[in-house]
Nanobody
Framework: QVQLQESGPDLVAPSQTLSLTCTVS??????????WNWIRQASGKGLEWMGGINYDGTIYYSPTLKSRTSISRDTSKNQFSLQLMSATPEDTAVYYC?????????WGKGTLVYVSS
């Protein structure tokens, strides 16, 4: 059973970088045809796809967040990470990491990150 766990600070100051890591267990992040994504949901709003990294390391970003987002991976730790630069209070949201392969999706439990001074 694949499991994903988000980790990182739950409070980020405005203008700073929001950094999260997703630790994957029960499966390798280099498994063929598997895609690893970040999605967020602000209070009262819908799900927003932020970007992801696939099994061969190709990275893709939401056009609306591309200028502020960086996604990377550490295959030795079976982790992938998200950095969102120049955070604002509007970036306050629950952040999820998700495994997708065209079949069943696996979601982390999500982590609530506040951007506030």
């Amino acid at each position: 059973q694949v499991q994903l766990q988000e980790s990182g600070p739950d409070l980020v100051a405005p203008s700073q970088t929001l950094s999260l890591t997703c630790t994957v267990s029960g499966g390798s992040i280099t498994s063929k045809d598997v895609y690893w994504n970040w999605i967020r949901q602000a209070s009262g709003k819908g799900l927003e796809w932020m970007g992801g990294i696939n099994y061969d390391g190709t990275i893709y970003y939401s056009p609306t967040l591309k200028s502020r987002t960086s996604i990377s991976r550490d295959t030795s730790k079976n982790q992938f990470s998200l950095q969102l630069m120049s955070a604002t209070p509007e970036d306050t949201a629950v952040y999820y990491c998700i495994r997708m392969d065209g079949g069943m999706d696996y979601w982390g439990k999500g982590t609530l990150v506040y951007v506030s001074s």
